[in-house]
């Protein structure tokens, strides 16, 4: 376990002497976390199966960051151990560990940057099994996903004719599943977009190459590695109609050869697209077009006002598992309450700090509502429309998301055997997913926070004719004491259905936490 955490601090660390600054001011917070709790069903397992007990978790962990002109740099880690009452019953683990970092650095100014990324995280196998809900020692449907991305960067003004960036990426995603094995990824990519001298009309041009090399599971072929690829390229043009409004139009190909697992799918892209940004707290991004896989649309929405924030979206793309891994596709919760919070914070250090206390306090999920990342070693289509809203009033701050998407395989079902089964491998052939999240935290005084959240999740498979369903609903009172100690009290009740067969369980559980920083 210790040396898989430190293969995906490599990138990160790869990058910190590279861009180490003389005078760097480094915060370190060691933080420990005692969590004691009693549920009737610790490993959500259906009624006649179901065992209850007391779990007790003690989370050591730290979070390390700095920020300068040269980089920003944050990490955060915990190791989560548990000890059950009467013996670990089955379907539960002894323990896990949790990792994010990110580096964003310029290693020589003007020219060259990096960034990096590495986590380590808790994943569900199958959108149609048991989900996480607070109840992090469940093993039942979840396996541990470690991945990394370090992406050096060049960038050249060419004058005030364009501006060119040169990326390379190296990614990798790793498991202990079976089904689902190590995959590395390299990407290069170039694009020009017109400078200050096109003033009325602009341009830009971008290509991009990517190979990854997959192990996959035992049985698929006789090397037991496959390799994908695509490529890309676009050219754009567009008209400023006014400061606020653009209009544009562009042209391109689109290629992935899934070699064994699907063949060749490419064509030729085209399309329309515009932006609108009436003021600095609204702007909207939209596109209509064509690609090989039928039209294509896309809508990016924002706006804010002193006391609401409003976020819509939609896209439709080629997508994997993996991919979703490396670049996660969520409504960030910290990004939203930041920009809630802008009225009131206007300097963006502080107001950072005063968003992790709050999340931190009210327990709120690092996302909002998403969907579920189930592991597939195939390719898919997939569209997504999501929309939050969060707002605040004088001692309530509220948020509320929802989210909509479906999966079209493109590749062969024989590489998810080892997942599925043979029996099931037409259970991932065409999903849809609807996520629904809202939250209320109230503050009846400084230092305390009374929250209620709830989540509710179907998933349908088309191709199976099978809908399982998730819901849970939360309630938690948390007081800080001082800068270092905090406590918690959480009442939760989870409800639903796993497997083809419809199998139903439920949970109700109290839990009580202390949280201390050093």
Known sequence: MVKRCSLALLPLAAGLAAAFPAHAAWDFTPMATARATYSDNVALRTEEFAESGAVLQLTPGFQLSNRSQRFDFRLNYALNLFQYSGGRPSGAQRHSQDLNGTLNSRLVEDLLYLDATAAIRQQAVSAFGPLQSGNDYVSNNRNEVRSYRVSPYLVH????????????????????????RRSDGNTISAQLISGPTFRRFGWDARVARSVIEEQLPSGVNRSNEQTTSSKTANLGLRYAATPQLSVGA???????????????????????????????????????????????????????????????SYSDAVSSSRSQFVLPQAIDTAAMLDNLFRAQISDPVLRAA?????????????????????????????????????WQLARTTSMFSVVKSRREMLSSQQVDN?????????????????????????????????????????????AAKQTNHHRDVRLSLARTYSQRLSASLELRHVKGSAGLAGQHYTENAVTAVLKSTF
């Open 157 to 180: 003004r060419f004058g005030a004719f364009a501006n060119g960036e040169l990326r390379y990426s190296r990614d990798s995603v790793d498991t202990d599943n079976i089904g689902m």
């Open 250 to 312: 562009f042209g391109g190909y689109d290629g992935y050869d899934f070699s064994g697992l699907g063949g060749d799918q490419a064509g030729v892209a085209y399309g329309a697209n515009l932006q609108w940004t009436p003021s600095a707290r609204t702007s909207l991004q939209a596109s209509v077009g064509h690609r090989f896989y039928g039209p294509s649309y896309s809508l990016a929405l924002q706006h804010r006002s002193r006391g609401t924030v409003w976020n819509v």
């Open 354 to 390: 005063v968003v992790q206390a709050y999340i931190q306090s009210a327990g709120l999920p690092p996302s909002l509502a998403t969907s579920i990342n189930f592991f597939s070693n195939r390719y898919s289509l997939q569209k997504q429309l999501s929309a939050s809203v969060a």
């Open 418 to 462: 080892s997942l599925l089964g043979s029996s099931l491998a037409i259970l991932n052939d065409n999903t849809e997913q609807l996520g629904v999240m809202a939250s209320a935290s109230y503050r009846p005084g400084a230092q305390t926070v009374l929250t209620l959240t709830g989540n509710a999740i179907n998933v349908k498979s088309l």
